[in-house]
Structure formats: structure tokens, C-alpha cells
């Protein structure tokens, strides 16, 4: 599975955008891009995942480049709640295993 | 519809000691995985679940054993425990083998003395 790299923390103003990056510059043709996220003392919660093209859902948006090796996880408006640890994490179809890093903190501010 | 739950919600243990977590997965999932998470770190892939047998293993040793039932619950058995088995050890189910959505209970903190 490919390495994802992740910055270790970020904040974000209540009622922002939160714009969350991720570099894997070794994905592989078939392997998708999945997001989690983990509020404190909680499971990790899936948020989005997507293979070439953009996605969307009710709690975030997915921004793949061209060539696959980097994206960028949008909250389009950040609210406290929103404060977790981000997981940006590459998964091959085959395979079951997520292979989490050590994801990047967001912290909301009010 | 509950979510995935997991028992016990904490567990003190003693080295060398055995250990036993349950999980019963969302309703209407067959397919379940366990994960351990250190303090400060992501979750570690440790074994999936699927049809009562073992389909993927992480690196871990064979202390770590799990069972699946018919009714999917599904246990993880650790044996002769040691300080560094002291994590939060996480249930995820999904509907499937290969899924895209995997599914997180709370975790149970296991803490080894």
C-alpha cells in the first residue's frame, strides 16, 4: 500500500473552509484515496474516498490531481465539532487492510 | 439500527495474563476487522474476519487470535500479554469483504500492569 504524508496539525476559524492536504506520491493505478477522521476518545468515522475524479458528500469534498499523487480534503464551513484527527489513507481494491499514518490534528477555533 | 458495539469499555490486566474482546458488528454487516491503537498513533491493522475465517492479517504475533461467530460477533484473544499490548483496541464491521465503508465501534482501552 502507498505511503501517505500528512501535516501534523492545522487550524481552521469556526464558519471556514478547512482545507486539508495529503501527498501520496506513490499511489498506484487501482488504489483508492479514503479520508477518515477520529474525534477524541471516539472510532474513526469515514468521510469520503474517491480513485481519479472529485467527490462530494453531505460532509466533505474530495480534490484528486491529475496525476494522482496529492489531495486535498475541503470542510467547507468548519465548526468546533469538526475538531478531530484527519486521516488521509491509500487502499488497494483487494485488499481490506487501512493503513493508517498518524493523520493531521485539526483544530476549530472559535 | 445500532452501530458497532464492543465490550468491555476498559480492562486491566496483568503481564502475562490472556484477554478477551467482543465486538458485534452493525446490523446487516458480515465482515469484521480489528485494530490496535497505541497512544498518540493511528490504528494498526491487526486481522479481518469474513465467513468465520481469518482472510488478512497485519504484523502481529500469534498471541493475537480472533474468532467469528455465525451471527458475525467476532472476539480477539490475546495471550500472554505484555506492557506493550496496553492500547485502545478498535472493532470496525462493513457489509462484505470488500467494502469501501468500514464502520468504527468506541474501542475497548486495554491496560496491561
Known amino acids: 500500500d502507498a505511503k501517505t504524508t500528512q501535516p501534523p496539525s492545522m487550524d481552521c476559524a469556526e464558519g471556514r473552509a478547512a482545507n486539508l492536504p495529503c501527498n501520496h506520491s506513490t499511489i498506484s493505478g487501482n488504489e483508492y484515496v479514503y479520508w477518515y477522521r477520529q474525534i477524541h476518545s471516539q472510532g474513526p468515522q469515514y468521510i469520503i474516498h474517491g480513485l481519479k475524479n472529485n467527490e462530494t458528500n453531505e460532509m466533505a469534498s474530495l480534490i484528486i490531481t491529475e496525476d494522482r499523487k496529492s489531495s486535498t480534503l475541503i470542510l467547507p464551513h468548519a465548526t468546533l465539532r469538526d475538531t478531530a484527527v484527519y486521516y488521509c489513507?491509500?487502499?488497494?481494491?483487494?485488499?481490506?487492510?487501512?493503513?493508517f499514518g498518524t493523520g493531521t490534528l485539526l483544530a476549530v477555533q472559535p | 439500527d445500532a452501530g458497532v458495539t464492543q465490550s468491555p469499555t476498559h480492562l486491566i490486566k496483568t503481564r502475562g495474563q490472556q484477554v478477551t474482546l467482543r465486538c458485534s458488528p452493525k446490523?446487516?454487516?458480515?465482515?469484521v476487522s480489528w485494530y490496535q491503537q497505541a497512544l498518540g498513533q493511528g490504528p494498526q491493522f491487526i486481522f479481518q474476519?469474513?465467513?468465520?475465517?481469518?482472510?488478512q492479517r497485519g504484523n502481529f504475533p500469534d498471541r493475537f487470535s480472533g474468532h467469528q461467530f455465525p451471527n458475525y460477533s467476532s472476539e480477539l484473544n490475546v495471550n500472554a500479554l505484555l506492557l506493550g499490548d496496553s492500547a485502545l483496541y478498535l472493532c470496525a464491521s462493513q457489509e462484505g469483504q470488500f467494502a469501501y465503508e468500514q464502520y468504527f465501534g468506541p474501542g475497548t482501552r486495554l491496560t496491561v500492569t
Open positions: 474476519y469474513y465467513e468465520e475465517e481469518e482472510r
Open positions: 446490523s446487516g454487516h458480515d465482515t
Open positions: 489513507i491509500v487502499r488497494g481494491g483487494a485488499t481490506n487492510k487501512l493503513i
